[in-house]
């Protein structure tokens, strides 16, 4: 039976108050849809009973939340291990919050403990933004999360199975130290909400004190635990229907062939976002940092702003929209167009096609799948995502077959300098580009 994609209801993806938590999100993140674009999405589609849904860059975990509180499995996989955390936060349900509070002492009690013992040189990348007493103290208490709710010797959360060994109480608590080093580093963020500066020189580290940083993080296990009670509806999930959630790459799916039924997802924006900047702080907490993992894991993202060494070509197969854009942007006058800027886009163009190709290889012949992009400038040139994604899609044996466009009022190309001296009066659109497997 195929989806009813004509009486699907689209309304703005966009989440009304910029970076602020919204329902069933821990964590502020600025790159999603709202759960109620999601819900209605995945309400009016009607799925079949044991329908799978999938968002293949899964963030904050929007789509497979809203899914699973609908009854339906879900699936959500995303590159960035601390958006997979954050995702699993979520999903703490009605029960569970009733532990965290006493489970909150019981932490902080027992890294107080380890306090009293020797101190170790330990390389720490939290040493990045703390001196080593305040990266001690923090990492003290990452210690014990772990000591009291993941089984098994301490090791950095970079190098376990976040998937199958962090539990959704667990990654709360994660959350939790993620929001209180976040508002420890204000003074580290930039005009630029995406970046995340780092200290000139080592006197400039921050310096917080023991208590200062054990009562931030009750305050923050706290403010969880009302703002998880004011969005009610988000703790009550079918036990049967807990998303799967798991560290992949949106280009090699770890899925069989013809598995999901519908596919509800937003790629990351073609503007040199750089979602590891982002998130540099939390991927410190995991253990990213002073050996190349975090680099590594920055060049692997989607739509980072550096340059791979591999040599990736343009393909026809990417379609006419694409070929133009590129071509044209190639032989823009401005410094650095032909170099960086031209491989650059090849790059986020070459991991969207080969996404695609996945998307297009895991759903079943019924399914569908929403995908949310925005257009973008590179200087005064167009660059049509939305036309470019439909493109991609036939090309991949993918047919478009309703496109929903909204404009776009806060937009996140224009916090890159120089973007505006080219197009100051153009605005962006979103839009919901719906395809369906031919
Ligand atoms: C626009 S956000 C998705 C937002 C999500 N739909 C939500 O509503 O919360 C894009 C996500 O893709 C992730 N990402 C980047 N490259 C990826 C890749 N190659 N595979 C999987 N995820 C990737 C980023 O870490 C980021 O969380």
């Given at each position: 039976m195929n989806l009813r994609i004509d009486s699907v209801e689209v309304i703005n993806?966009?989440?009304?108050?910029?970076s602020s938590p919204q329902p069933g999100n821990l964590y502020p993140y600025y790159a999603g849809y709202s759960s109620l674009f999601a819900q209605k999405i995945i309400e009016t589609v009607v799925l079949p009973e044991n329908s799978v849904v999938l968002d293949p860059?899964?963030?904050?975990?929007t789509t497979t939340t809203v899914a699973s509180m609908l009854g339906y499995n879900s699936t959500g996989f995303d590159l960035n291990p601390v958006m997979v955390i954050v995702a699993k936060s979520s999903l703490i349900g009605q029960n569970n919050l009733k532990s965290i509070q006493p489970l909150c002492l019981e932490l902080i009690d027992l890294s107080k403990k380890s306090l009293a013992l020797p101190k170790s040189d330990e390389i720490d990348p939290l040493k990045i933004w703390f001196q080593p007493s305040s990266a001690g103290t923090l990492r003290g208490l990452e210690k014990a999360i772990q000591r009291v709710l993941i089984p098994g010797p301490y090791r950095l959360l970079k190098d376990r199975n976040i998937s199958s060994e962090v539990s959704s109480i667990a990654a709360v608590f994660y959350v939790a130290l993620f929001r209180v080093i976040r508002k420890l580093l204000v003074k580290f963020r930039g005009s630029n909400p995406t970046w995340i500066k780092t200290p000139?020189?080592?006197?400039n580290r921050l310096r917080p004190n023991d208590k200062a940083i054990y009562d931030a993080f009750s305050v923050e296990v706290q403010l969880i635990c009302e703002e998880s009670n004011s969005n009610n509806e988000f703790l009550d999930f079918p036990s049967a229907n807990i998303p799967e959630l798991n560290v992949s790459s949106s280009e090699a799916l770890p899925l069989p062939d013809d598995h999901i039924d519908f596919v509800l997802t937003s790629p990351p924006y073609c503007t040199r976002i750089d979602y590891a900047v982002k998130t540099r702080p939390e991927l410190a907490v995991l253990?990213?940092?002073?050996?190349d993992s975090f680099e590594e894991l920055r060049r692997s993202l989607?739509?980072?702003?550096t340059v791979s060494k591999k040599n990736i070509e343009a393909s026809d197969l990417w379609g006419d929209e694409c070929t133009i854009f590129l071509r044209r942007l190639y032989h823009h006058t401005s410094r650095a167009s032909k170099s960086y800027y031209y491989k650059n886009h090849i790059q986020y163009f070459d991991s969207l096609y080969s996404s695609l190709s996945e998307i297009e290889r895991v759903l079943k012949p019924s399914g569908a799948a929403a995908i949310v992009v925005q257009t973008s400038y590179y200087k005064e040139l167009l660059n049509d995502l939305p036309k470019i994604v439909g493109e991609m899609g036939e090309s991949v044996g993918l047919k478009t077959s309703r496109v929903n466009d909204f404009v776009v009022r806060?937009?996140?190309?224009?916090?890159?300098?120089?973007?505006?001296?080219?197009?100051?009066n153009k605005k962006n659109k979103e839009t919901v580009v719906f395809l369906e497997r031919n």
């Open positions: 993806p966009k989440r009304k108050s910029g860059w899964n963030g904050g975990g000139s020189c080592k006197k253990g990213f940092g002073n050996d989607m739509g980072n702003a806060q937009d996140m190309s224009r916090l890159n300098k120089g973007t505006t001296k080219y197009r100051p």
